[in-house]
């Protein structure tokens, strides 16, 4: 079984920055795709942004410019930076991991980032 293990969330103002950090541990194989999703109450849950392990890299419209996902391959471990931080972008943020070798899925538990003045 894969665990996920977010930290970095917080209480920031509009223009702030935060950097988000998830951890995987168990039964993960290399090939994969790690990525961090938010949601909000009364919205579904969407992609913010992506890395496969080869390190080819997406994102949300709304953070290009503003977000930047990293990962570190020997230790699971996939970051987002975010930087002006906008009330939009207030959520829960859910780190993902993709197994691509046996198609599934693993979510975190969510970290709460809140931009507000």
């Known amino acids: 079984q894969v665990q996920l293990v977010e930290s970095g969330g917080g209480l920031v103002h509009p223009g702030g920055s935060l950097r988000l950090s998830c951890a995987a541990s168990g039964r993960i194989f290399s090939t994969n795709i790690m990525g961090w999703y938010r949601q909000v109450s009364g919205k579904e849950r969407e992609l913010v942004a992506t890395?496969?392990?080869?390190?080819?890299?997406k994102y949300a419209d709304s953070v290009k410019g503003r977000f930047t996902i990293s990962r570190d391959n020997a230790r699971n471990t996939v970051y987002l930076q975010m930087n002006s931080l906008t009330p939009e972008d207030t959520a829960v943020y859910y780190c993902?991991?993709?197994?691509?070798?046996?198609?599934?899925?693993?979510w975190g538990r969510g970290t709460q980032v809140t931009v507000s003045s």
């Open positions: 993902n991991v993709r197994l691509l070798l046996v198609n599934r899925d693993y």
């Open positions: 890395i496969h392990s080869g390190g080819t890299t």
